[in-house]
């Protein structure tokens, strides 16, 4: 299925903008309400410079670079783009990716790359996941020669090629599956309605996490690195605002892992409102905003 071209550009946009938006935030505690951080500025713990992509938006790009058609999916270029992202020594890179991209460079099969550990249960997947949403259901993934069909299965070897746990695969497929019905333009409720359904296929502890998300208030909401508490973050913009600024302002904001919450939150509300919802002074900050467009049109990934 082919989407239309203000909800993909919304998505991919709105990724890069609550990366950038929230970059400078990263590691910080909640802001104070007299000292809400609403403008891409840059700065923070890696000085950024204004509208710099951080490893969210720079990954998203990897993922994007290696669609060749909805039906088609390329491994072998999104290892070549992932280790040469790799070999530039990004400033701000996780744990978890980090000892990913080692295995893949040693060659290990990509489902084997991603530790499965507990304590490598990170957000460095679903940070950049949104473009797979524009995949078929039955997708062929390509690597070596070797091919594998359905969305589902190149989901699965996307994420485990830096992250091997169960849980980052199974927050990655309820926000595919979210960003989807987004970018079809049913409701927020249907929306809310089908990130359950898929939580409730995974596990019970995601269900019970992503049943939660209409419990949180600011005050309370994590935005920690943990994958599940990424993908609830952005839900949990997504639902309580009415508009996109609204939301990536109050998820940043709660500092933490402000960038990746922004970047999960800015997919599922560029998806929903399109990218006419973004502020144009946030747009013309953004570093990739032109090579994000460009990759679309050429791929013919929006109509
Ligand atoms: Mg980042």
Redesign the pocket.
């Known amino acids: 299925m082919i989407y239309s071209q203000d909800k993909v550009l919304g998505m991919l946009w709105g990724l890069h903008t609550g990366?950038s938006l929230g970059?400078p935030l990263?590691f910080l505690p909640p802001s104070a309400a007299w000292n809400q951080h609403t403008e891409i500025v840059g700065g923070g713990k890696f000085n950024w410079k204004a509208g710099e992509a951080?490893?969210?938006t720079d990954l998203m790009l990897c993922v994007l670079r290696s669609i060749e058609t909805p039906q088609k999916f390329s491994f072998d270029i999104l290892k070549q783009e992932m280790l040469a992202w790799f070999a530039s020594e990004p400033p701000?890179i996780g744990t978890t990716t980090v000892k990913g991209l080692r295995n893949l460079k040693a060659g290990l099969p990509l489902r084997e790359c991603g530790f499965v550990d507990e304590k490598f249960q990170g957000n460095g997947s679903i940070?950049r996941v949104a473009p797979l949403s524009l995949l078929d259901e039955q997708v062929e993934g390509v690597y070596q020669g070797q091919s594998i069909v359905s969305l589902q299965e190149v989901l699965e070897t996307q994420t485990k090629m830096t992250h091997g746990h169960s849980y980052c695969v199974e927050a990655d497929r309820v926000l595919v599956a979210a960003l989807k019905a987004a970018l079809q333009g049913i409701s927020k409720s249907e929306i809310y309605q089908v990130a359950l359904r898929e939580a409730q296929k995974q596990s019970r502890l995601l269900l019970q996490r992503v049943q939660d998300v209409p419990t949180f208030s600011w005050e309370t909401l994590p935005t920690s690195g943990f994958c599940f508490d990424t993908l609830c973050a952005g839900l949990w913009a997504f639902l309580s605002y009415d508009n996109l600024p609204d939301s990536l302002v109050a998820v940043v904001n709660r500092g933490d892992d402000s960038?990746?919450c922004g970047?999960v939150a800015g997919a599922l509300c560029g998806a929903y409102y399109g990218s006419s919802a973004i502020p144009e002074r946030w747009l013309r900050a953004l570093e990739f905003r032109h090579e994000i467009e460009s990759l679309l049109k050429m791929k013919k990934l929006f109509c």
């Open positions: 990366d970059a990263e951080t490893d969210d701000d940070m960038d990746s970047a």
